[in-house]
C-alpha cells in the first residue's frame, strides 16, 4: 500500500516562497505518476502540477506556470513542490497524488479520479 505525506505547509506573506515535501513509501516497482492538488474553502479540489516520474514530464495549472516547480528525488521517494511569489488566491490545503504510470495520463492529470493513492494534506496561508 503506497503511503504519502505531505510537509511544508505554512503562512507567508505575498510574494513569499515555501517548498512542499511529500514523502511516499510503500511502492512496488514500476513508473507513478505523481501531483500535487489543492483545495480551498468552499471550492472544488483542482490540479495544481503533476510529473510522470518516470520520464520526467511536468505539468502545471496556468495559474501556477512561472512560479511553481515540480520535481522529484528518486533516493528519497520523495516529491517537491517550490512555491514562488505566492499570492493570497494560493491559500488551500495542498495534497499530494500518486497513480501508477500509464500512457494517456497527460490528458487526465488534472482529474483528482485519476489518482489512487492521497496525502492528508498541508495548509498553506498567504497573507496579503
Known amino acids: 500500500q503506497v503511503q504519502l505525506v505531505e510537509s511544508g505547509g505554512g503562512s507567508v506573506q505575498a510574494g513569499g516562497s515555501l517548498r512542499l515535501s511529500c514523502a511516499a513509501s510503500?511502492?512496488?516497482?514500476?513508473?507513478?505518476?505523481m501531483a500535487w492538488f489543492r483545495q480551498a474553502p468552499g471550492k472544488a479540489r483542482e490540479g495544481v502540477s503533476a510529473?510522470?516520474?518516470?520520464?520526467?514530464?511536468?505539468y502545471y495549472a496556468d495559474s501556477v506556470k512561472g512560479r511553481f516547480t515540480i520535481s522529484q528525488d528518486n533516493t528519497k521517494n520523495t516529491l517537491y513542490l517550490q512555491m514562488n511569489s505566492l499570492k493570497p488566491e494560493d491559500t488551500a490545503m495542498y495534497y499530494c497524488?500518486?497513480?501508477?504510470?500509464?500512457?494517456?495520463?497527460?490528458?487526465?492529470?488534472?482529474?483528482?479520479?485519476?489518482?489512487?493513492?492521497w496525502g492528508q494534506g498541508t495548509q498553506v496561508t498567504v497573507s496579503s
Open positions: 510529473i510522470r516520474t518516470g520520464y520526467g514530464y511536468t
Open positions: 497524488a500518486a497513480v501508477g504510470d500509464y500512457p494517456y495520463y497527460s490528458a487526465s492529470w488534472r482529474r483528482d479520479s485519476t489518482y489512487k493513492y
Open positions: 510503500g511502492y512496488t516497482g514500476g513508473r507513478y505518476c
